[in-house]
């Protein structure tokens, strides 16, 4: 069919939500992209931060079509091995706790919520400007978007926002009837912003005075994106409860909360469910993923990639920031640049906002292949 007759039916019978580019893509493989022209493009956005291990990796392929050949679904109220031994691998990679499976990120903020709310219940949130958490009632009440959250009043009550990595605000609004602090370690969709180590050990500190639950919100920064397995870890604090998603299914739709052991009974039966949530073939994919992630020296190289990736685009003079592979730079019309770069360039980006085009290639990324995305950048400037 040709995007034409695409772009009629989505104008006909897709509620029109997104402002989608004019390209259609058919085939992936690793980093690169075709479109169906045949068109070969750079990834470096992956989806959001989804295509974690690269387009079609062979071991995510073969993991997910051989679970699919066998047994696609049964729900909760059976076991599955690729879910418990999932649940198992995320403890240890975690906070040694207990996870709840759902199929999106927002999912695993309304855990998180209903969590800390069951924690202490009738509690309040502390939530920070520029943070994003998902399109779910309760985690739009806890993204402070005037644009996202008007339209939909009134939301769920009793989120308090914080001004941007301010450390000392935050303390301030913790109290006794706080049920938690919910943040970004490093703010995505906001435009990639590391929060201080001192706001991350601030938010702990008020927490742990008042018994507040303190959430980190990873489904963006996590599962090896900036280099560690989580965004907050070099902060030299940890949280009680952590939401993952995004590159956790490494194309395929999966979502998670996680706490420590102390929170990992809060949730009792009945509180909480989901048809879908941690189906064998999502999670025997969510394996795959863990297993390359886990693999000796990849989470080092990401971290080097990131560094080769932020050294070449400064070398282009832009205003560079992120860690990792979670980078973005300031650009004048960002999303008129992210356009010009995929159409004339064929290099995958966006614009976070007016002013900033985000990079968020596959963790699998060559160093050639950032060579090759930074001269893009380059010819497009
Ligand atoms: C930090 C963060 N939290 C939550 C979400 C919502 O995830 P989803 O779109 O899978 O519902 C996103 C999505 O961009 C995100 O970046």
Request: glycine residues 12%; aromatic residues 6%.
């Amino acid at each position: 069919m040709a995007l034409s007759a695409l772009q009629e039916l989505e104008s006909r019978a897709v509620v029109g939500t997104y402002a989608r580019n004019p390209v259609e893509f058919v085939r992936g493989e690793g980093t690169v992209l075709w479109d169906s022209d045949g068109h070969e493009y750079l990834d470096f956005l992956a989806g959001i931060s989804v295509v974690q291990i690269g387009h079609c990796h062979p071991a995510l392929v073969e993991a997910v079509t051989d679970q699919a050949a066998r047994l696609m679904h049964v729900g909760n109220l059976y076991y599955t091995e690729p879910s418990m031994r999932l649940a198992g691998r995320l403890s240890d990679l975690g906070l040694g706790g207990k996870a709840f499976f759902c199929n999106s990120g927002t999912e695993a903020i309304e855990c998180a919520i209903k969590l800390a709310r069951r924690h202490r219940p009738q509690g309040d949130f502390v939530v920070m400007a520029r943070g994003f958490h998902g399109r779910t009632m309760g985690a739009l009440s806890a993204t402070p978007q005037e644009a996202k959250q008007a339209p939909f009043a009134p939301l769920v009550p009793g989120f308090t926002v914080v001004p941007h990595d301010d450390a000392e605000a935050l303390a301030a609004a913790v109290d006794g009837n706080t049920a938690a602090v919910l943040i970004e370690p490093v703010q995505g969709e906001g435009g990639i912003h590391p929060l201080a180590d001192a706001t991350l050990a601030a938010a702990r500190q008020a927490c742990d005075e008042h018994g507040a639950m303190l959430i980190f919100d990873e489904i963006q920064c996590g599962m090896g994106r900036t280099g560690d397995w989580w965004g907050w870890q070099r902060a030299g604090i940890r949280p009680d409860a952590m939401t993952v998603a995004k590159g956790l299914g490494g194309g395929l739709p999966i979502g998670a909360c996680l706490t420590t052991p102390t929170y990992a009974d809060v949730l009792q039966p009945g509180d909480h469910g989901s048809t879908f949530a941690g189906g064998p073939v999502i999670a025997a994919g969510a394996n795959a993923v863990l297993d390359v992630i886990e693999q000796d020296g990849f989470l080092e190289a990401v971290a080097a990639k990131g560094a080769r990736l932020a050294a070449a685009l400064g070398d282009l003079g832009l205003d560079v920031r992120g860690r990792g592979l979670m980078l973005a730079f300031a650009a004048g019309d960002a999303p008129a640049l992210a356009r010009r770069l995929l159409t004339e360039h064929r290099l995958v980006v966006n614009a976070t906002g007016p002013d900033t085009v985000r990079l968020l290639p596959p963790l699998t990324v060559s160093d050639a292949e950032i060579d090759d995305a930074a001269a893009r950048v380059g010819a497009a400037l």
